[in-house]
């Protein structure tokens, strides 16, 4: 049960959100600047901007204050955007902008200007390719959030945070069961043979279809 | 192509953040760029989950070699332990901290609610919660006493997965084995060869060395010419990949059958088939001279779905599609991936040779959609339902290397797995009716896919060599 106070109801979560209510509807709140339109917004594309920013600058914490602002950008004009692609486009752009900027900045203390050029031309050669990056991310992560919420769980402890499955079944405070054995055995068939195959449309349909009736 | 890739900012650059408002000369620019990302994004997801087709793939190597940057993004994406890490750097960042900050810098302000209204709310969470709880208690509850009365015991069940089989019946009866048959040139029917050019492939070549269409001409008025049949037949357990002599390529997936001329005279190519089938119907206008003529059209007469029931007619021009046929599943499906096709239902009596249909009887089909036919002995109660977005990839998964179902019972699913692992299967007692959605490669054992639905809560045994679906 982790719903929010929206108005939409559940979680938004992008593609989630796709359900929940369409593009059109969403733009019209957006552009009418309904804060919880902004909110939706910001899940939307909000890590994806910092982690484009963040390799950008190769500064985490600038790369953030830098994502930061281009939302702020954002929100200010929140009257002039028509499509979705369109506000991906702003934030985007506004952000590598940003981040260019950034780098002359800090080049400027410390380079000469034939290093500042070089880098220059090396940046905007790396600027499309961190925004394929950051977008093929934010689609995986989004199949990820997808998933049934006790399956993600299990997903994250496993991969993110490296647990193992003794601790995941403290944490989760799954008894030793039936469910249990399953769940186990679960982990064991992702982990060996079905993980190196295509391991989203595996996983995803695997973790799916245990959600039908669980 | 350059022009695509090049910034167009280079003088610009020493502006700042200005540029990018929507409408904006620059960002009209910039977006072409934007659609070049997303193009190259949904490649990269579609290699990733292992669903990228060869001409799919052609085009994301050629955008990749001209952008090494890129390569390396598909190498990170790639590499299973790369993927987590940046997934992880990805995940980094206290998005609600910084909503806080945002929210605060560009002052806005929750909308602020009545009294009532706030009240209200609190009200119907109070009752979802008692109304949840009840259930989760009732569910929990329901759980335990099943689990203490019911061993679950896995079934092991090592079946390995069906590969490139077929057999070829040429028109003089014989009938070639293609799982040994050696590469090469397997058989002669009249001027043509047929030859096998890998593992899985088959295919046509004029021994004249002219392209089929130039000889078409050619014999326009001999009508003695004879025209040779052959039959490329999948076992159960088999798939094939055949190029037709007009060039049009098929697919065979298990327990099917392609029946076709070994080279195509006059205005039209028909073919003959049973069981699933995807077709990448050649352009037919290949006639060197006055383009304009009569199109070749090209016509799939699907044998009945049942025995003793009509069957069906596809009649096409230059597409993509799949035809779902097998007697088990009671109903034709066409799915139509691209390009248009027209659909009439054949009485089981019917010919298949000469068109019997009349043209009112067709339906059509246009991209990602689907049409159903059912038919009966007598044809009289044929019908043909046509239902829109049908996710297409899903109808053709099974060329690309996987099962694929959505919303499927477990009866359709084991279907599938008996075509696939050639086993049968029987069913015991009352079976649950669970709806199941997911895809997995065919290249796994039928373990794999037994584990996943013992997973989802479907139970097997093994039993005189067959696979029981229990309660």
């Not at chain 1, 998933?147 to 601790?167: G, H, M, N, T, V």
């Not at chain 2, 009945?304 to 021009?317: C, F, Q």
């Not at chain 2, 179902?405 to 009352?430: C, H, P, Q």
Request: net charge neutral; aromatic share 8%.
């Amino acid at each position: 049960m982790d719903c929010t106070n929206s108005p939409w109801g559940g979680v938004i979560s992008h593609r989630g959100m796709k359900h929940q209510f369409q593009d059109l509807s969403l733009l019209q709140e957006f552009k009418s600047g309904n804060t919880h339109a902004f909110k939706a917004v910001y899940d939307m594309f909000f890590p994806s901007l910092c982690f484009f920013a963040k390799r950008l600058v190769d500064n985490d914490a600038e790369g953030e204050d830098i994502a930061a602002d281009s939302f702020i950008k954002l929100i200010n004009r929140h009257g002039s955007f028509d499509t979705l692609p369109n506000i991906k486009a702003f934030l985007y752009i506004t952000t590598r902008n940003a981040c260019l900027n950034y780098l002359r900045f800090s080049q400027r203390q410390t380079a000469s200007k034939k290093d500042l050029a070089l880098l220059q031309d090396e940046t905007e050669e790396h600027v499309l390719s961190h925004m394929v990056h950051a977008e093929v991310l934010r689609e995986v992560e989004n199949e990820i959030e997808q998933l049934p919420r006790r399956c993600r769980q299990i997903f994250k402890l496993i991969y993110y945070e490296r647990k193992s499955a003794d601790e995941i079944a403290t944490l989760l405070d799954i008894s030793i069961n039936t469910v249990w054995v399953q769940r186990a055995k679960a982990i064991q068939l992702i982990r060996t043979n079905l993980l190196k195959k295509g391991m989203l449309s595996i996983l995803l349909c695997f973790l799916a279809m245990t959600d039908n009736h669980s | 192509m350059p022009k695509y890739f090049s910034f167009p900012i280079k003088e610009r650059r020493l502006k700042l953040v200005s540029i990018g408002m929507p409408g904006h000369p620059d960002t009209e620019m910039n977006l072409s760029e934007l659609d070049e990302v997303e193009h190259v994004t949904a490649l990269l997801l579609k290699q990733l989950r292992q669903e990228i087709t060869d001409d799919e793939l052609q085009d994301l190597n050629n955008r990749l070699t001209a952008h090494p940057s890129w390569k390396q993004i598909q190498d990170h994406l790639n590499d299973e332990k790369q993927l987590l890490a940046d997934l992880l750097t990805f995940n980094q960042v206290d998005t609600e901290a910084w909503w806080k900050k945002i929210s605060e810098q560009a002052n806005l302000h929750t909308p602020s609610r009545s009294f009532l209204q706030r009240w209200s709310t609190w009200v119907v969470a109070a009752l979802l919660m008692m109304a949840i709880s009840f259930a989760c208690w009732y569910f929990i509850a329901a759980k335990k006493q099943k689990g203490t009365t019911e061993k679950y015991i896995p079934v092991i069940i090592n079946v390995p997965p069906g590969g490139n089989k077929a057999s070829l019946t040429l028109s003089n009866g014989d009938v070639i084995n293609l799982d040994n048959a050696a590469n090469g040139t397997v058989a002669e029917e009249g001027n043509e060869k047929v030859i096998k050019l890998q593992s899985g492939e088959l295919a046509y070549q004029s021994s004249t060395g002219n392209p089929e269409p130039a000889i078409d001409k050619m014999h326009e008025g001999n009508q003695s010419e004879i025209i040779n049949y052959n039959t490329l037949s999948t076992p159960r357990g088999g798939q094939y990949h055949l190029v037709l002599p007009d060039g049009s390529k098929v697919w065979l997936n298990a327990a099917s059958s392609i029946t076709y001329p070994t080279r195509f005279t006059g205005n039209e190519r028909r073919v003959t088939v049973t069981g699933e089938v995807y077709f990448e119907v050649a352009p037919s206008n290949l006639s060197p001279a006055g383009a304009g003529e009569t199109k070749r059209s090209f016509t799939v007469d699907v044998l009945p779905s049942a025995a003793g029931a009509g069957g069906g007619r596809i009649e096409v021009l230059g597409t993509i599609f799949n035809v779902n046929a097998y007697e088990d599943e009671n109903v034709i499906k066409t799915t139509l991936l691209k390009g248009k096709v027209r659909i009439a239902s054949l009485p089981a009596d019917a010919s298949f040779t000469l068109s019997s249909t009349t043209t009112s009887a067709y339906k059509l089909l246009l991209p990602g959609q689907q049409a159903e036919l059912t038919t009966t002995t007598s044809g009289r109660n044929d019908s043909i339902k046509i239902i829109d977005g049908i996710d297409t990839d899903m109808a053709v998964a099974w060329k690309n290397g996987l099962h694929s179902f959505k919303n499927a019972d477990i009866k359709s699913i084991m279907r599938m797995l008996a075509r696939w692992y050639n086993v049968d299967i029987t069913y015991e007692g009352k079976i649950p009716d669970y709806k199941f959605t997911g895809s997995i490669p065919r290249s796994e054992n039928i373990s794999s896919v037994l584990s996943m639905l013992q997973y989802a809560g479907m139970h097997f045994k093994l039993k005189d060599g067959k696979i029981v679906v229990v309660p």
